[in-house]
């Protein structure tokens, strides 16, 4: 059973470009939520969605990034016309459909995004 | 509000030596309590996990928790480190309560070094 899958993994991105990136959940998984990580800080909750649903989505900026969760295909988490504070890691987590609150959280490996 | 408090960045201990990663946690409602570590460059990985009963959670890798609801602590520990174990960790929190019942609130990381 494959883990979490995100890509890329890496992407370099100049100020005002778009950022696209996108993350499978695991198998029979059909909650997923989106982190960012600042050097030196901790994982920072952005937004949280189920199929076609966003559920929470608190923790993200207003402006310029939006979040999917599409039927058919991956979560895509999109930055438009990116700024050099964009510049981080982002991981997606997933968990299993009956979710409760005890559920841990999987996650993939992170998209590290630079912005030139 | 949630949150997490991990008061040392950085814990340092001989190989065969018992360590302890403290994590102090608020949370309105009843707490999911949860360790992940982290290796560089990669995704987190999930250790253990409080939800109810015994306050001695095992984990994977020989680690264990306990979780004390009087002093709102969940401290990682494990009797007898390991090179290996060299790593970034962190505590993280659920509430069962509120409009924020999808997302974990991490701490900001602690930085476990063992010395051979």
């Known amino acids: 059973n494959a883990g979490v899958m995100q890509n890329p993994r890496h992407l370099v991105r100049r100020r005002g470009q778009e950022a696209r990136l996108r993350c499978s959940p695991m198998k029979g998984h059909s909650h997923v939520y989106w982190y960012r990580q600042l050097p030196e800080e901790g994982l920072k909750f952005m937004v949280y969605l189920q199929k076609e649903n966003i559920i929470d989505e608190s923790g993200m900026p207003k402006e310029r990034f939006s979040a999917e969760f599409p039927k058919e295909g991956p979560s895509i988490l999109r930055i438009q016309q990116v700024v050099r504070g964009d510049s981080a890691a982002y991981f997606c987590?997933?968990?299993?459909?009956?979710?409760?609150?005890?559920?841990?959280?999987?996650f993939g490996p992170g998209t590290r995004l630079t912005v030139l | 509000a949630q949150s997490v408090a991990q008061p040392e960045d950085q814990v340092n201990v001989a190989e065969g030596n018992p360590l302890t990663v403290k994590c102090t946690y608020s949370v309105s409602g009843n707490p999911y309590l949860f360790w992940y570590v982290q290796y560089p460059n990669r995704g987190l990985q999930f250790l253990l996990k409080?939800?109810?009963?015994?306050?001695l959670v095992k984990g994977s890798y020989g680690f264990e928790a306990e979780f004390n609801k009087s002093q709102t602590s969940f401290h990682l520990k494990k009797p007898s480190a390991l090179v290996s174990d060299s790593a970034l960790y962190f505590c993280?929190?659920?509430?069962?309560?509120?409009?924020?019942?999808?997302?974990?609130?991490f701490g900001r990381g602690t930085q476990l070094t063992v010395w051979p």
């Open positions: 409080y939800i109810t009963g015994d306050n």
């Open positions: 987590a997933s968990s299993p459909s009956a979710s409760g609150f005890y559920n841990e959280q999987f």
């Open positions: 993280a929190v659920r509430s069962d309560r509120g409009s924020t019942l999808g997302r974990l609130y």
